[in-house]
């Protein structure tokens, strides 16, 4: 039996996220158009014939000098270090720039072994991405998949475990994901929230849960929190006309939520602002791992 950890990087919105998912076999990491959605290192799990391959989806590797984006970009260095395996993932669809290249030099200079892809096959002209490719990275074979349409991923897989070491599984054959119900419920919510604003708006939203208890004698996950955001007029916007907004989000969620849990659930969120949390070491090291 193979087993290996995989740190899955490339830059923000090329995909890892929905390629996570699709390996896994279910939703592991919420997914948006909006760059910078994924802020955690997030597991997930793929049982085959071959093995168990523990996927670590992580942050877009984005240069910034705004605090949060320092701490996703250590993230990511932090994931390189500590794999077997790495899964570099290109949107083929754009050209490389100057994050890229900073990515590339970081990848060159860790000692993983590593697979690289080409993602969105599906659409535009990614044939330029796969020479490029070539010559930043010798002696790789680039992949071409598809998150979105599933195309490529056995090959993928296959590659992954052509380099993985011997190995017992990690965790159970059922798993596909080790989170937390709390994390879930938070990510799952974030999600729902991005999706209904624009903008700044998403990338100034952290959730908060404050209690999550099972009630009905089991029958039903409840959890009470709030949506987080930096100003007055983003909450206002979060909140909506007599509070729509904010109602279709949570309803989005619970729906959602209702779909991965053998439970009900029902969420009791406010939207709070909390200033520039931006900004703020304590809470950025607590969030952001
Ligand atoms: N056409 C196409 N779109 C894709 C594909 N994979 C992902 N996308 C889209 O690309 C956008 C970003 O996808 P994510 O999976 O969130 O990308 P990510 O790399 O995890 O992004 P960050 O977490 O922000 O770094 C979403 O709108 C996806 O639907 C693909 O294979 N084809
Ligand atoms: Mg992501």
Known sequence: MKSAVVAVVGRPSSGKSTLVNALCGGKVSIVSPVPQTT???????????????????????????????????DLVTSALAEVDVVLYVVDGTRPAGDEERALQAALRASSSPRVVCVNKSDSADWAPA?????????????????????????QLTAGLFALSPDGDQMYPEDYYTDQTPEFRIAEILREKAILQTRDEVPHAIYVRLEDVEMHDEGATLWARGFICVERESQQGILVGRGGERIRSIVADAQRELAAIFPWDVKLDIRVKVDRDWRKRDPLLRKMIR
């Open 39 to 73: 802020r955690n290192k997030v597991r997930g799990i793929l049982n085959a014939p071959a093995g168990q391959l523990v996927f670590i989806d992580t942050p877009g590797f984005h240069l910034s000098e705004k605090k949060l984006n320092r701490y996703m970009t």
């Open 130 to 154: 796969l020479d490029a490719l070539a010559a930043a990275l010798p002696p790789c074979i680039p992949l071409v998949v598809s998150a979105l349409k599933g195309t490529g991923l056995a």
